[in-house]
């Protein structure tokens, strides 16, 4: 004999799975979350400025 399996278990199983598939394509498709880019515009604004900092005027050339 064969293994009793309940339909409607099943059936929900496979909705999930699809759910959590679709869910995936979102994430992927959508990209980061709100907290991330400010994060990262964050972090290279303060890249960008400590760059700025270190770079030399046209005035700094003529004196040497």
């Given amino acids: 004999m064969g293994e009793i399996v309940n339909l409607r278990m099943i059936r ?3 909705a ?3 759910k959590e598939r679709l869910a995936e394509e979102n994430r992927l498709r959508h990209g980061r979350t709100r907290a991330e ?3 990262e ?3 290279m604004a303060i890249e960008a400025a400590r760059l700025e900092s270190h770079r030399r005027s ?3 050339d003529r004196e040497k």
């Fill in 12 to 14: 929900k199983r496979r």
């Fill in 37 to 39: 880019r400010e994060k």
């Fill in 16 to 18: 999930r799975a699809e």
């Fill in 41 to 43: 515009r964050l972090g």
């Fill in 58 to 60: 046209p005035a700094d």
